[in-house]
């Protein structure tokens, strides 16, 4: 187990995408997290998970137990607004009576489910069911409105209209149906549209996941995957062996690991300073500690 302090503790990093071309078109990037879904319902090592699907209104989301490949997939693809997952577990146990749950979410979402499990006051019986959990890469994620205002107010266009949303290169794209070119927002003039909290979370690459992937590092059309616990790493390996994941070389240099790495240090570095500005102010921000030496022995 290698214990990194940017990308958090993992035994291996990865390059590799779904095998299943049906799997790559509908999903954000290389598949991974909906083919490892599937293939750990149809090898029994989940009965169902927790997803995001859009509701009946355009680019808003709600979690679903989902039981099913079909299930799956039809919630294939990023969602860049936050869907409350976890509060599903309990409908997912008693309802529909699952033992063996796999949990995707952010990295605030796993870390909630982390502490659920160390400290399972009110959800007993519920979080000895979690048998697996898989954390996307995030920076950021926006509120529902502040989509409506990317798409309405920017991209001028109907959110109905909207085929796909995309983070890369510094720019979100929107894609559209009113044209065959994606419109592009840098990123810069979407900060303040943020999930407040987002401004004091220091984890990029969800540290506490079984399995950590994202699109950074890699490149198109395939996904960077952190094997992280002994239960996530024996997935990635059994899929692979069974040819439901196909591997490539990882990049080391700059538009590879080198990113991935500089994005989780920047997130770390400036969302620090921003506890700490708070901190200093008097204001209190739950399970946040100032990184200042000064402060730090004063707390002992």
């Known amino acids: 187990m290698i214990q990194d302090s940017v990308l958090g503790p993992y035994q291996e990093i990865i390059t590799a995408r779904a095998s299943d071309k049906k799997i790559r078109s509908k999903s954000q990037d290389g598949g991974i997290v909906s083919a490892l879904l599937i293939y750990a319902l149809e090898e029994n090592i989940i009965d169902g998970t927790i997803v995001a699907v859009e509701s009946n209104e355009a680019l808003k989301v709600e979690p679903k137990v989902a039981t099913t490949k079909k299930d799956i997939l039809k919630a294939a693809g990023t969602k860049y607004t936050m869907c409350p997952n976890l509060a599903l577990l309990k409908e997912a146990t008693r309802s529909y009576g699952l033992e063996k749950i796999a949990a995707v979410g952010t990295p605030c979402q796993v870390m909630g489910l982390r502490k659920m499990q160390a400290y399972p006051m009110g959800a007993r019986n519920v979080t000895d069911k979690i048998a697996l959990s898989i954390g996307i890469y995030c920076m950021e994620n926006f509120p529902y409105e502040s989509l409506r205002t990317f798409v309405c107010d920017k991209a001028r266009t109907a959110p109905q ?28 003039e ?80 400036k969302n620090q300073k921003r506890i700490d500005k708070k901190l200093d102010m008097g204001l209190s921000i739950p399970f946040a500690h100032s990184s200042k030496k000064k402060d730090i022995l004063e707390n002992r």
């Open 190 to 269: 979407t900060h303040g549209y943020e999930q407040s909290g987002c401004n004091y979370c220091l984890d990029y690459v969800a540290e506490l996941s079984d399995i950590s992937c994202g699109s950074v590092g890699a490149k198109d059309g395939w996904s960077t995957i952190i094997k992280r616990t002994d239960n996530g790493a024996s997935l990635v390996d059994e899929a692979i062996n069974e040819g439901v994941l196909e591997v490539t070389d990882t990049d080391e240099g700059k538009f590879g690991l080198e990113m991935l790495k500089k994005l989780s240090t920047n997130k770390k570095k």
């Open 161 to 188: 209209k909207v085929t796909k949303m995309n983070i890369s290169k510094g720019k979100l794209f929107i894609n559209h149906s009113d044209s065959k070119d994606a419109f592009a927002i840098p990123l810069k």
